[in-house]
């Protein structure tokens, strides 16, 4: 149920992404479908593991874990766009390929501040 919440969701950011409305581009090939669920099964499991660095940052805080462990629980972040290239792999639709650029350049970001 949430996957496919998800690859709704992603859908329809894939449209808002594309410049153009989604009756001008038809509608997602087969292809298309495999890759929103391949994204939405990797945005799944990024965005558990960020959800641990609150947590992580605290604990550093007070000093109940080393930061190295801080370290460690930003890796996603600081990983996020070379796993997204990696794990999901760059989509053969054009549509797709602005949305996932747009997401590899987030993650290049998280990069730049994670260092």
């Not at 992580?56 to 190295?68: E, M, N, Y």
Request: contains cysteine.
């Amino acid at each position: 149920m949430r996957i496919g919440l998800v690859a709704g969701a992603l859908v329809l950011l894939a449209a808002g992404y594309s410049h153009s409305n989604q009756a001008a581009e038809g509608p997602y090939s087969s292809a298309d479908v495999v890759w929103l669920a391949r994204f939405a099964g990797w945005d799944d499991e990024y965005s558990r593991q960020v959800q641990q660095v609150s947590a992580t940052f605290r604990d550093v805080l007070g000093s109940r874990q080393a930061i190295a462990a801080l370290r460690e629980a930003v890796a996603p972040m600081r990983d996020c766009a070379d796993s997204l290239k990696g794990d999901v792999r760059r989509p053969e639709s054009e549509r797709l390929r602005r949305a996932y650029a747009r997401r590899r350049k987030a993650g290049e970001t998280s990069r730049a501040r994670c260092g």
